[in-house]
C-alpha cells in the first residue's frame, strides 16, 4: 500500500462518512445520543479538507495529522477513539513510505490495541472493538498465510461486515448505550458501522 | 422545534458570544479552540480548577467560571464531549503554576477526553490531577455500564473546590476535597418533557401526556423507570428516598498518578447516609420547569430530610445544571463536614453563582 | 397540563412555603393574610419597598425580598392580585416609621388593590405612597386600553429603590427614583408558546408549531402580532426596534397626594431613546426558555445597541419575570444615569439577586 | 326589604356564583385571563360561611363584612370593585334594620357611584357599569312612579339582563379585555354577567 493509496483511503472514509453521516445519527439515535455521524463527519471534513496538503509526507506523518484533528474536532467518545486508533496507527509505521502487509497488520493492530487502552472495553460489549477486533484477527491468518495486501483486506471487509451484524443482537456495556441494559439488544453499533466504513474506504483505495 | 436560535450550528458558538459580550468584567472567551477562563486568569500561585462537558446543561459550566470557583469552563457541542486540544489550551491559559485540577463528569466521552488532555498537559510540563464525578443514582449497576453519570454533585464539588483553590489549598488538597464531595454527593433527576437538540431538530424522546421519565439523564438517558404521571410530592419522594436509601457504591475509577506518572485504577465507595447527617440539599430544574415549581419540591424535601434526620445545613434552588428546555427537576443531597461547609460559604463571583 | 405540583389549589401555598424553609434567614413568610418580608423587617428609619401582584412570574416579587432590594412582597393568586388587607398588613410589618413605596404594576386589578390599600393604610397612620410601573411597549394605545403593562422595567425599578431606600432616601425621593426609572424604562416581550394557568389546567392560547406571539403580556395577553417564527436574530431586532423607536408616551395615571391626602391625576410623558444615550439591558426568560438561549438574544441586543449608539453599560440576562413555563424572552431598555448606574451596582442579597 | 330578604339575596348569589363559576369563568377565558368565575367564587364562599352569624347584624352591617370579605379574598379587578360596591351600598343604609324602595335606590346608586370611582370606566366600555348604570336609571323611574320594591327589581332584572346581553357588541376599553382591541367585540362581558346574576338574587330574596 502505497502513500497516494493511503491519501485514497482517508478520502475514501471521508466520503462514506458523508454518505452516511444520516445513517450513522440514526444508529446513535436509537441507542445513544444521535450525534456520532454529526461528530464524525465534523471531523472527517476537516480531514479532507487536510488531505491535498498531505500529499508528500511520509505515511506515518499523514496519520498523525489525521489523528490530531480527529481528536481537536470529533469530541465525544468517537474523537478519542479514532484520534488514539490513528495516533498508535501513525506509531506502527514511523518513516514508512509505503506499507508492505505486515505494516498494515501492525498498523491495525496498535491501533486496536489503542482504542482498548483508551477506551477499556471488551469483545462483546457491543462497541467499535467488536469489529476491529476480528478483523485483526483474521488479517493475521492471511499473514499467516502469506495472502498479499489485496487478499487480505478484502477477507477483512466481509469479516467486518459481518462482525458489524453481530453486534445488533449484544448488550451494550460500555459508552451510552450501556444505560439503556436490555432495550440496546436489537440495533447495530454506530461506532462498529463507522469502523466497517473505514475498512471498506481501505479496501477501495487498495482496489482502485 | 421552538427555540431562540439561529442555525443549530451556531448555537453554542453565539449563546458564547453573548456570553462574552455580558460579562467581559469576569470572563473571557477564546474560540479554536473553545474556552472560557477567568478575565483575570492565570492567578499566580493558585491551584487552577477547569471543568467542562457537553453544552446545553447552562449555566454549567461557563456561568461558574470567575472568583471562587471555575478558572476556565470548556463547552462541547450539545451534549458532545469538548475535545482534548480545548483543555489543554484552557489549562494553559489558567494554570497559575500551582497545578491543574480538571473536574469531570462520568461519560464516556468526557473521560476520554479529559485523558487525553492530561496526557497532553503532562507532555507540556503542567501539572494536572483529574477527579471524576459519578453520582447519579438512578444508574444501579457500575459492571454493566460506564458507571454511575456525573450530575448536580458537579456543581457542588466546583463550589466547594473552587473556593478550596482560592483558600490556598495545593493540588492535592483540592483533588482529594473533590474525590470526598463526590463520594458524599448523591443525586436523582426526572423529567416531564423531552429535551430537543438543535441539530437534531425533534426530541431526543416522546413522553405521553400524563406520562414522566424517573432517573432521566441530563442528557435525556432514558431512568430507571417510565411511570404515569404523579404529584409532586410522590416525585420528590421517590427521587429523595432513592438517594437516601442508595447503599454502598462501589466503582473502579482511573485517576491520574503524579508520582508514578501514569494512569492508576482506583476503587471508590461511597458511604451511606444515616441519620443525623448534615446535608446540603439542591433542587435543580431541568432548564423548561419555573422557579415557583422548584420550591414546591424543596417543601417536600425538607420534610422526607427531616423525617430521616438529615439535618439540612444549606440549600441551592434553581436551574444549574440543565438539559436544554427539558421540564423537570433533580435533587442532589451533599453529606457536608465544618470545612465543606465554610468553603460552600465562601465569596463567589460568577455570572450565575454569586454570593 | 405537565406541573411539578399538588394541587392546583395549594399551588401558590405551598411554593411560598418551600421559599420559607429555604430562605429563613433572608425572608418570612405570613399567611392569612399572605406576604413574604425581610427577616429583619422593619428597618428602623428606613423606607420600605413593598410590590407585589399575581403569582406565577417568579421569581419576582417575592424572590427580591431581602437586603438592598424589596422589604415585602404580596403575592396573589396565580395571574390575579392580590388583595388590600395581604397590601395593608404587609405595611404595618415592614414600615420602619419612614413610610413605604407601593411599586405597582399597571394592571386594573393590582391598581384598584394597591389604591385601596393605600387608603387603608392612610386610616392606620402609615405613610403610603404609590408609583405605577407601565413600560411594555406592545401596548400602543392608551386611550382605548387600561394603559401599557408593567413588566421587565418593574424588575430594575425594585432593585433601583431598594438600594436608594438603603441609602437613607427619603419617601418622596424614593417615589421620585421610582418614577424616573419608569419613564425611562421600556419592554417588550414575545411567546414561542403559551403557559398553564394551575386552576385552568389547559394552555391559555393556542400557538401553531410555527407561529410565535409578538408583543406577549406576562399573562399570556395577546400582542401585538401573531407571526410565523423567525429566527433569534429577527425577533431580537423586532423587540429591540419596537422598545429603541417607540415616541413619546404620554398617560394620565393616578397617584396618592401627601398634602392633599386625596388621589390626583398625574400626566407622565417618557422621553426617547437618542443616540449617545446609556443603557441598561435586560434579557428575560419568560420562563422555560434556557439561559443559552438568552445569551444568543443578548449577543444580538449588544450589536443593535451598538448600531443605535446606545451604550450598554450594565445588563441582566435571565428568568426574573416569567409567565409560568412558558417560553420565550422579552427585553427591556432603561436609560440610566450616574444615580442609578451607583444604586444598581449597590450590594443586593435576596433569594434570586444577589451582589 | 328586611333583613332576613338581604341575607337571602347574599346567600342566592353566592349560589348563583357557585352554579355559574365554569361559565363566568368561561366568559373570562374569550376576553380576559380565565377567572372571574374562579375570582368570585373564593369570596363568595367565605361570604356564605359567615352569613348565618350576620343574621342578627343591621344592614348595613352585613353589607359592610360582606365586603370587608370580597375585598380581602376576591382579588384582580372584580374583587375592589365588588368590594367598593358593597362598601358604599353599606355605607347608604347606616343604621336601617328594613330598606324602603328608595333605600334600596340609593344602596344601588350609591354602589355604582362606587365602582365608577374606583375603577373610572364609563358606560359603553364594556364593564359591569353597563349593567349597573342603566338598572339604577331603570329603579329611579320606578320610585319617581311609586312602584312597589317587588315590582321595581322585577323591571331592573328584564334591564339587566338586556343591557349583559348588550355588552356583547361593545369594545372593550377597561380591563384587561381592553387589550384584546377588536377581537374583544362578540364576547359578553363575565363583569357585567356576574351583576346581573346580583340583581337577579335580590329579586329571587324579594319573591321568596
Ligand atoms: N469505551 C469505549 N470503547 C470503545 N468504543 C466505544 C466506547 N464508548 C463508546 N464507544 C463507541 O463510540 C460510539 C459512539 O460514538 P459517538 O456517538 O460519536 O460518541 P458519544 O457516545 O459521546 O455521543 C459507540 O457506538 C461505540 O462504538
Ligand atoms: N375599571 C373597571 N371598571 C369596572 N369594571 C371593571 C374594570 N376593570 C374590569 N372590570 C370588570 O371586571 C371583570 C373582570 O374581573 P376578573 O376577571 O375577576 O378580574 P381580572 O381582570 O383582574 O382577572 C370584567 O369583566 C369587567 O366587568
Ligand atoms: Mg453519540
Ligand atoms: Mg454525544
Ligand atoms: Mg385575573
Ligand atoms: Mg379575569
Known sequence: MNKSQVIQWLQNFATEIERNKEYLTELDAAIGDADHGINMERGFKKVASQLSSLADKDISTILKTVSMTLISTVGGASGPLYGTFFLRASAAVTGKEKLATEDLLKLLRLGLEGVIQRGKAQLGDKTMIDVLSPVVDNFQKSVDNNQTTLVAMQQVVIVAEQAMKDTIPMLAKKGRASYLGDRSIGHQDPGATSTYLMLKSLLAALES | ?355
Chains 1, 4 share one sequence.
Open chain 2, 1 to 355: 422545534m421552538k427555540k431562540l436560535i439561529n442555525q443549530p450550528d451556531s448555537f453554542v458558538r453565539e449563546s458564547l458570544a453573548g456570553m462574552a459580550a455580558a460579562h467581559s468584567s469576569l470572563l473571557k472567551v477564546n474560540f479554536e479552540p473553545t474556552f472560557v477562563y477567568r478575565a483575570d486568569a492565570p492567578v499566580t500561585g493558585k491551584v487552577a480548577i477547569i471543568s467542562g462537558g457537553g453544552s446545553g446543561h447552562e449555566p454549567m459550566h461557563a456561568g461558574f467560571v470567575g472568583m471562587g470557583m471555575l478558572d476556565a469552563a470548556c463547552p462541547g457541542e450539545v451534549f458532545t464531549s469538548p475535545t482534548p486540544d480545548q483543555m489543554l489550551a484552557a489549562a494553559k491559559q489558567v494554570d497559575g503554576g500551582a497545578g491543574v485540577l480538571y473536574i469531570v463528569k462520568n461519560y464516556s466521552g468526557d473521560v476520554m477526553n479529559f485523558e487525553m488532555a492530561t496526557e497532553l498537559a503532562r507532555v507540556e510540563d503542567i501539572r494536572v490531577l483529574n477527579v471524576l464525578i459519578d453520582d447519579d443514582v438512578a444508574v444501579q449497576d457500575s459492571l454493566y455500564t460506564q458507571g454511575r453519570r456525573g450530575v448536580g454533585t458537579t456543581v457542588l464539588a466546583e463550589k466547594i473546590c473552587g473556593a478550596a483553590a482560592a483558600d490556598g489549598y495545593n493540588l492535592p488538597q483540592v483533588a482529594d476535597l473533590c474525590r470526598r464531595v463526590n463520594l458524599n454527593g448523591r443525586s436523582m433527576g426526572m423529567a416531564l418533557t423531552s429535551c430537543t437538540v438543535p441539530t437534531k431538530g425533534s426530541p431526543t424522546f416522546s413522553l405521553g401526556d400524563r406520562e414522566m421519565e424517573i432517573g432521566i439523564g441530563i442528557h435525556g438517558e432514558p431512568g430507571r423507570e417510565r411511570m404515569s404521571l404523579k404529584s409532586v410530592d410522590e416525585i420528590t419522594e421517590i427521587l429523595a428516598l432513592s438517594i437516601i436509601n442508595d447503599r454502598r457504591y462501589s466503582r473502579t475509577v482511573r485517576e491520574w498518578d503524579e508520582t508514578q506518572e501514569e494512569w492508576v485504577d482506583v476503587e471508590l465507595v461511597n458511604s451511606e447516609f444515616k441519620s443525623g447527617d448534615r446535608v446540603l440539599a439542591f433542587v435543580n430544574g431541568m432548564g423548561g420547569t419555573p422557579l415557583s415549581e422548584l420550591y414546591i419540591v424543596y417543601r417536600k424535601l425538607a420534610e422526607i430530610c427531616q423525617k430521616h434526620g438529615l439535618q439540612i445545613m444549606r440549600n441551592l434552588i434553581g436551574n444549574y445544571i440543565t438539559s436544554l428546555e427539558m421540564q423537570g427537576c433533580s435533587i442532589t443531597l451533599l453529606k457536608v463536614d465544618d470545612e465543606m461547609l465554610r468553603l460552600w460559604d465562601a465569596p463567589v463571583k460568577t455570572a450565575s453563582l454569586c454570593w
